[in-house]
T-cell receptor, first 109, second 113 residues
């Protein structure tokens, strides 16, 4: 079975960039990479997604390697409110998402 | 926040009893999804719907059934609950475009004793 792998936890200093990695054992050509985050027990919130080009929005940047098996979510200036669980996922037709187990990001002052 | 509600928000039940969870949306989105969240597994897709009366299985569908008789409602049924179905269940909605984002509901915490 295809697996999505993320480190279980990471720490980041407040104001610094947080770089969260994700690896897919396999990913189809039509599958996008999505990132969501979950704060406390709330429902996950969308952050960003991309196919093969790097993407940036007001929340984050997404770097995708050429073979598309690895991606990095970048929070450019992490704040305490960015402390959350970050999920990498891949999705294709019908947008059926396959999630990794998530990375707990702790932003420390 | 997207207009998604889930009911009940918390439920405790006993093994062998039937349980139905409801997801209700006010966004008129075509796609609706049920996920379960367990430690170490992230979120896993149970079933999804791509229109009224149109549903399909996800990666962990055994022991679950779904129904969608109206655009706004997507029901998840555990015919005979087991302790392994103790989990947090999230509903999500999405528009028709393949690359669209999903919006998640607040979740239902289900405990099967």
């Amino acid at each position: 079975d295809a697996k999505t792998t993320q480190p279980p936890s990471m720490d980041c200093a407040e104001g610094r960039a947080a770089n969260l990695p994700c690896n897919h054992s396999t990913i189809s050509g039509n599958e996008y990479v999505y990132w969501y985050r979950q704060i406390h027990s709330q429902g996950p919130q969308y952050i960003i997604h991309g196919l093969k080009n790097n993407e940036t929005n007001e929340m984050a940047s997404l770097i995708i390697t050429e073979d598309r098996k690895s991606s990095t979510l970048i929070l450019p200036h992490a704040t305490l409110r960015d402390t959350a669980v970050y999920y990498c996922s891949r999705g294709g037709y019908g947008n059926k998402l396959v999630f990794g187990a998530g990375t707990i990001l702790r932003v420390k002052s | 926040d997207a207009g998604i509600t889930q009911s009940p928000r918390h439920k405790v039940t006993e093994t062998g009893t039937p349980v139905t969870l409801r997801c209700h949306q006010t966004e008129n989105h075509r796609y609706m999804y049920w996920y379960r969240q367990d430690p170490g597994h992230g979120l896993r897709l149970i079933h999804y719907s791509y229109g009224v009366k149109d549903t399909d299985k996800g990666e962990v569908s055994d022991g679950y059934s779904v129904s969608r008789s109206k655009t706004e409602d997507f029901l998840l049924t555990l015919e005979s609950a087991t302790s392994s179905q103790t989990s947090v269940y999230f509903c999500a909605i999405g528009r028709a475009e393949d690359t669209d984002t999903q919006y998640f509901g607040p979740g239902t915490r289900l405990t099967v004793l």
